[in-house]
């Protein structure tokens, strides 16, 4: 795990890394924040390719089965055509440059999870360790300048570290329609993500199913009361009932924008303003429809010993993901924000495109 954790930090300071699969050493290097892939290919004794994921393919008109594929790149490519190719949104591709597509292998792929995990853009530059390379890139790794990960655990990283989710503090938050809470915080292994429980009333003291509300942060509506979502209403909102019902638990968990990170979250709104909806523009950038894990919330849950809960959501996402983790969902109830001019497209795009239990807030709003 330590490695997976220390090549994730490599990745966000723009420094390669080397995953292994079989007798194969694949030089990785995050395409955000490159400028040229000269080095890398210096450094690796052959020539680069970009690896892009399915979504990001699909959004540029192109059919694929496997998850990502693997673009080989010319000698000379500019960091234009690089930006182009990963995440601008253009009817116009250079198809010159996508002739070379194939099927990413697993080092392929676990560069691109790399990626996301580190909440970077999901493109990656690769290049395979030549021969005439082989020796000076393991007298790098055994010094220590060059970290080696294995294929299969790259692959794995996005599911986090399930049971290894460390309690670290708690303390009691009186909040404004919950005199009665506290707050407990847990960090992932990584350091890279932390998430807090509040928990609102006495636990011991209900019956039957706890009250939950899973709620992915949000900067732009939770703090700043952003008027493109309906978040930061629907988080007060689920304070008060919560409160109302007796007690229960909001868990707070560090998944902003459906878990692609705040940075690529403002760069999907940029898109957005161009006349795409939340579900393409995030396609666009390479990601799929929602990136959130939930098997930290079940972790959360554990160690708070809750195993039945009535659920406040609209998403079946998270009903299927608490189930799955061997939470009870014993009812669920709407929990709803305000439909103004400014989300209402972006409420009917995860109604109509991710299957939201939006419908009778939309009709009210539609009257």
Do not use: W
């Not at 234009?80 to 990963?86: D, G, K, P, T």
């Not at 998944?255 to 995030?282: C, F, H, M, P, W």
């Amino acid at each position: 795990m330590y490695q997976i954790e220390r090549a994730i930090f490599d990745i966000r300071r723009g420094l390669p890394v080397v995953i292994s699969s079989g007798e194969q050493r694949l030089l990785v290097q995050a395409l955000e924040g490159c400028r040229s892939v000269d080095t890398l290919a210096r450094l690796a004794g052959a020539r680069p390719a970009l690896v892009l994921t399915r979504h990001r393919l699909e959004a540029m008109g192109l059919s694929l089965t496997a998850d990502a594929a693997c673009l080989p790149l010319a000698e000379q490519v500019s960091e234009s055509e690089l930006h182009q190719l990963a995440v601008a949104h253009s009817g116009s591709q250079p198809s010159a440059l996508l002739s070379g597509l194939k099927p990413a292998g697993a080092a392929e792929r676990g560069a691109v999870a790399l990626m996301r995990r580190a909440l970077l853009i999901p493109a990656a530059l690769t290049a395979v360790v030549s021969d005439e390379a082989q020796s000076d890139i393991a007298e790098q790794i055994a010094q220590g300048r060059l970290l080696e990960v294995k294929a299969d655990e790259a692959q794995k990283c996005l599911a986090g570290a399930p049971g290894m989710l460390k309690r670290v503090s708690e303390a009691n938050i009186p909040l404004e329609d919950a005199p009665n809470s506290r707050f407990v915080l847990f960090r992932e292994p990584d350091g890279l993500r932390e998430h807090v429980a509040v928990v609102i009333g006495q636990l011991d003291s209900l019956e039957g199913p706890v009250p939950l509300r899973l709620h992915s942060a949000c900067l732009t509506g939770d703090l700043f009361g952003s008027l493109r979502c309906d978040c930061g209403e629907q988080l007060r909102n689920a304070v008060a009932d919560i409160q109302a019902m007796g007690g229960g638990v909001l868990l707070y968990l560090a998944q902003e924008g459906r878990g692609i990170g705040l940075a690529n979250k403002l760069r999907a709104y940029t898109l957005q303003d161009s006349g795409l909806d939340t579900v393409d523009a995030d396609q666009v950038l390479g990601f799929g429809d929602d990136e959130r894990q939930y098997a930290v919330a079940v972790d959360m849950l554990n160690a708070l010993s809750i195993d039945q809960v009535q659920l406040l959501t609209n998403n079946p996402l998270k009903m299927s993901a608490l189930r799955e983790g061997g939470i009870e969902v014993v009812s669920r109830q709407a929990l709803y924000g305000s439909v103004t001019d400014h989300n209402h497209r972006y409420l009917s795009a995860k109604a109509n495109r991710a299957g939201h239990f939006l419908d009778e807030v939309l009709e009210t709003r539609s009257r």
